[in-house]
């Protein structure tokens, strides 16, 4: 799980919090993502299955795609597909990922990088593995998160940002056992480079095994971790999270995590996905490809991209997992 890695000792630390002004956020939950499929068949866990949406809020969706190791002619994508009212933002430790839209945006990324896609008002796109990819097969990690737009920004027009993995701030924890990346937001007043309609903070953390974290974390935010790889303990009471589980934490203005001192052999470290954001507290109407505020909405929406409203496919030919894609297939 490469990512961005750097030497912790060189870093700008992030401060402890102190306890007498930051409460320690206790944890609510944690619940186990299920595996299923997305797209053309790649794998995937639902890291928010289970979790009410007053939780997660300003989050909507999340996936964690992979951690698979493809054979030749394996890799696969997604189809031509429609999004409005959201933002989408997909960020890949291993492998390499192809994005395009209607939009015009697009581009590819690979260890570290991060797309951020504002579908705003809508547009089509597509995501796959570049042909390469699908000659050799290989490793592919990700993940994808849905970011809410609030009502004003819902008909935003689409925006595209392309986000390189040596732009997020890199930062240490206190005592140096763990390396943040922050990809969006900010983190003890350092900011990432992802700039978003919601205000979110996004931090991938490398916990060493038997170091503890200790962040501040703003408290009119939510906060949630989820595991990418190993195993360790969330909040004061040290309940236990692997591979795969979200932890929800109440209210306060820190957050405390700790990997175990034994790691699975494969996963040396603990890996943790940190999302925070200031909850919008509107109505949420979700319908497949659609998140809006009400049932109204998603009908007109459909209405639109049935009727072509929300972009065409490029006329160009698209490299494709399954073969040349034209604007007539």
Do not use: C
């Amino acid at each position: 799980m490469p990512a961005v890695t750097a030497d912790t000792l060189t870093l700008p630390r992030v401060a402890a919090p102190d306890p007498a002004d930051a409460t320690p956020r206790p944890v609510r939950s944690v619940t186990t993502a299920p595996s299923g499929f997305e797209g053309e068949g790649f794998p995937v866990r639902r890291a928010f299955a289970g979790v009410p949406q007053s939780a997660l809020d300003p989050f909507i969706h999340m996936d964690q795609m992979g951690e698979v190791e493809y054979a030749p002619g394996e890799p696969k994508g997604t189809p031509w597909h429609p999004h409005r009212g959201f933002e989408t933002v997909t960020y890949i430790i291993d492998g390499v990922f192809e994005h395009q839209d209607s939009n015009g945006g697009g581009g590819t990324i690979t260890n570290g990088d991060t797309q951020w896609m504002t579908a705003g008002s809508g547009l089509l796109h597509i995501e796959k593995p570049p042909e390469h990819l699908v000659v050799s097969g290989g490793l592919f990690h990700g993940i994808q998160l849905w970011v809410n737009l609030p009502r004003a920004h819902k008909f935003h027009l689409p925006r595209y940002q392309d986000i390189r993995g040596r732009e997020a701030a890199l930062l240490a924890s206190a005592d140096g056992g763990a390396l943040l990346r922050v990809i969006a937001g900010e983190l003890d007043g350092h900011a990432g480079p992802g700039v978003t309609f919601t205000p979110i903070t996004m931090v991938h953390a490398t916990v060493s095994p038997g170091a503890r974290l200790d962040l501040p974390w703003n408290p009119e935010f939510n906060a949630l971790a989820y595991v990418l790889a190993g195993q360790g303990s969330v909040g004061a009471e040290r309940r236990p999270v692997r591979k795969g589980q979200l932890a929800v934490f109440g209210a306060g203005g820190s957050l405390t995590l700790a990997a175990d001192t034994a790691q699975p052999q494969a996963e040396p470290n603990l890996e943790v996905l940190l999302l925070g954001g200031q909850p919008i507290r509107e109505p949420v109407v979700h319908y497949g490809p659609f998140v809006m505020n009400t049932r109204a909405e998603i009908i007109q929406a459909m209405e639109d991209y049935q009727a072509g409203r929300l972009g065409v496919v490029p006329a160009e030919r698209v490299p494709h997992a399954d073969g040349p894609l034209t604007a007539t297939d």
